[in-house]
């Protein structure tokens, strides 16, 4: 019974907020989220953390970053291969250094300053895949510059933080990097193999079964499927489902499955992956830290979008596409708060300071989707 109250009232309030959000002439995935705040634990208290709504909202960012791939041009993410890469790796060193004198500056040790530096060099491209197919903006080379970087980050800085943990972590035996590396790569080659060769095939053959929407199901296996392996060697699962969207993508499959899967991703599991942002609020303790909060989050904002910036700038971008894209990496989402609860759990990140951290990825978080859509409203003022 308390599942079914939940599933109603996530579904009721995020399309009422996102609904009223459109109306004040913000994204709607800005309302979707305020109202998770609201709802969650930090406010009403009316939805709470669980195994259950944790499992619905994982599928909902699964589910998101496949119709990401699904409707990524290939061909673009090739020719923005560069500028992807000058993305992510100046989108990791601002951030890291910045994030690490702040800690200086607060007495940070130096361990928990290299931290915090890790873990505010982390993307997280969710909630903006959101806006850009709101926007309708998911075709542009911005976009596909900000994806392609979104994955070169991930692999970065899930190395760096192997690295780390691997000299500075309290367990040090699962952290070999070598091996790390070997895993990444391993996983990408059977990814290409596997998305190349053999998905077009076990779709074409899913097609044929006389049942209810076999290629829907074909699809959701095959991306599934890469984000469960990919899990298994140490990636993101969505860097797994992002990957499995785009082979999906050079099909003739391709409409179909975007027809079919957005529904079934957008009427039901999304929306748990906007209030679990939510989940995570606690103020407890926050206020005798309000300086640090607000210097937390200036850093983490204005260092992304410096060095997103920067990157797109030096492989040829204009200032008003540059910021786009440095605005496109600004949001920590899901992976920062990762980083942080392992930050936790190994002593890298204190208890003292671990909440005020946490609501600084959350505001990163907040603050991305009107700060995409001004950037972009610049470059392409006919979408609006």
């Not at 907020?17 to 208290?45: E, F, M, N, W, Y």
């Not at 890469?85 to 940070?108: C, K, Q, R, T």
């Not at 980083?339 to 991305?368: D, P, R």
Request: overall charge negative; proline content about 3%; glycine content about 10%.
């Amino acid at each position: 019974m308390e599942l079914l109250f939940t599933i109603v009232l996530i579904l009721f309030s995020t399309k009422v907020a996102g609904h009223l959000s459109v109306r004040l002439g913000q994204p709607a995935v800005l309302g979707k989220l305020l109202i998770g705040i609201l709802i969650g634990p930090a406010v009403l208290g009316l939805v709470q953390d669980s195994a259950i709504f944790q499992e619905f909202s994982e599928i909902g960012v699964l589910l998101l970053m496949f119709l990401a791939g699904l409707e990524t041009d290939a061909e673009q993410l090739k020719e923005n291969w560069k500028p992807s890469v000058a993305v992510a790796v100046l989108g990791i060193i601002v951030p890291f250094a910045s994030a690490f004198a702040m800690g200086e500056l607060f007495g940070f040790s130096f361990n928990e300053g290299i931290f915090l530096g890790v873990l505010f060099s982390a993307t997280s491209v969710s909630i903006t895949v959101q806006v850009l197919k709101e926007m309708g903006m998911m075709q542009t080379r911005e976009a596909t510059t900000i994806l392609g970087a979104a994955v070169v980050d991930d692999i970065l800085v899930v190395t760096l933080l192997a690295f780390v943990m691997s000299f500075m972590g309290e367990d040090t035996s699962s952290s070999s990097v070598p091996l790390l590396l070997f895993k990444k790569v391993l996983f990408f080659v059977v990814a290409f193999v596997v998305g190349v060769y053999i998905v077009p095939k076990f779709l074409t053959l899913f097609s044929k079964f006389k049942v209810t929407a076999p290629v829907t199901a074909g699809a959701l296996i095959v991306a599934f499927g890469f984000a469960y392996f990919g899990e298994m060697l140490g990636m993101a699962g969505i860097i797994g489902t992002f990957l499995a969207g785009l082979f999906i993508s050079q099909t003739s499959f391709q409409h179909e499955v975007e027809k079919t899967v957005d529904p079934i991703a957008n009427a039901l599991f999304v929306p748990f992956f906007y209030v679990s942002v939510g989940i995570s609020i606690s103020f407890t303790g926050v206020f005798s830290q309000i300086g640090f909060l607000v210097a937390c989050t200036i850093v983490a904002i204005l260092s992304k979008l410096f060095g997103g910036f920067l990157g797109a700038k030096v492989t040829g971008f204009d200032n008003h596409s540059s910021l786009a894209v440095g605005s496109g990496m600004v949001s920590r989402g899901e992976v920062a708060l990762i980083i942080g609860t392992t930050g936790l759990s190994t002593g890298l990140l204190s208890q003292e300071y671990y909440t005020t951290v946490i609501i600084s990825v959350i505001l990163t978080t907040l603050i991305a989707p009107p700060m995409l859509k001004h950037y972009f409203m610049k470059i392409y003022p006919d979408k609006d």
